[in-house]
T-cell receptor, first 109, second 119 residues
Framework: LAKTTQPISMDSYEGQEVNITCSHN???????ITWYQQFPSQGPRFIIQ???TKVTNEVASLFIPADRKSSTLSLPRVSLSDTAVYYC??????????FGTGTSLTVIP | DAGVTQSPTHLIKTRGQQVTLRCSPK?????VSWYQQALGQGPQFIFQ???????QRGNFPDRFSGHQFPNYSSELNVNALLLGDSALYLC??????????????????FGEGSWLTVV
């Protein structure tokens, strides 16, 4: 079961780019890397998923080095509404996902 | 396309009682997982159902049980409720698939959760 390590918290000013790195040293060959955003009292919301190299969608980018032992979620030009907890998950849908503590991002005006 | 729906959204139970939470997966999904999230913590995996059987289970006692129906919906049952069972219970759904090594695998989608308060 691949466990993940993330910073507990991060602060950023509005309009800046935010990069959150996740370590997953024992990632398995079949595992994907998925990031979720969670607001208080709501279910986690899917942000982005990748297997290797770089993935980009309309809200974020995900950078994965060749050894896949870490990944970095990049949020361009954050706004106050991006204040949330961000979770990095590693696994495939046939296995349980270990959430970890997540990274609490606070965007400052 | 309906996402994952859960009911009820909030409920209060007394210690020792039993509770049933319900989940309808996202359209087209056949796998349902349940998570418990205590205040201020990350979600903890309870179990996963596929083809109406429990496929994986986290570190939860037998008081926690579940069921998956032929239409893929699922129930989570908790017996002999304890104060410590107070939490947000999340249901997640996904589609069982064979790994193909592509850049996009299957994604699990979460419902908004059911808030359980045990008093």
């Amino acid at each position: 079961l691949a466990k993940t390590t993330q910073p507990i918290s991060m602060d950023s000013y509005e309009g800046q780019e935010v990069n959150i790195t996740c370590s997953h040293n024992n990632i398995a060959t079949n595992d994907y890397i998925t990031w979720y955003q969670q607001f208080p009292s709501q279910g986690p919301r899917f942000i982005i998923q990748g297997y290797k190299t770089k993935v980009t969608n309309e809200v974020a980018s995900l950078f994965i080095p060749a050894d896949r032992k870490s990944s970095t979620l990049s949020l361009p030009r954050v706004s106050l509404s991006d204040t949330a907890v961000y979770y990095c998950l590693v696994g495939d849908v046939g296995n349980q996902f270990y959430f970890g503590t997540g990274t609490s991002l606070t965007v400052i005006p | 396309d309906a996402g994952v729906t859960q009911s009820p959204t909030h409920l209060i139970k007394t210690r020792g009682q039993q509770v049933t939470l319900r989940c309808s997966p996202k359209s087209g999904h056949d796998t349902v997982s349940w998570y418990q999230q205590a205040l201020g913590q990350g979600p903890q995996f309870i179990f996963q159902y596929y083809e109406e059987e429990e496929r994986q289970r986290g570190n939860f006692p037998d008081r926690f049980s579940g069921h998956q129906f032929p239409n893929y919906s699922s129930e989570l049952n908790v017996n002999a409720l304890l104060l410590g069972d107070s939490a947000l219970y999340l249901c997640a759904s996904s589609l069982e698939a064979i790994w193909q090594g592509s850049s996009s695998g299957n994604t699990i989608y979460f419902g908004e959760g059911s808030w359980l308060t045990v008093v």
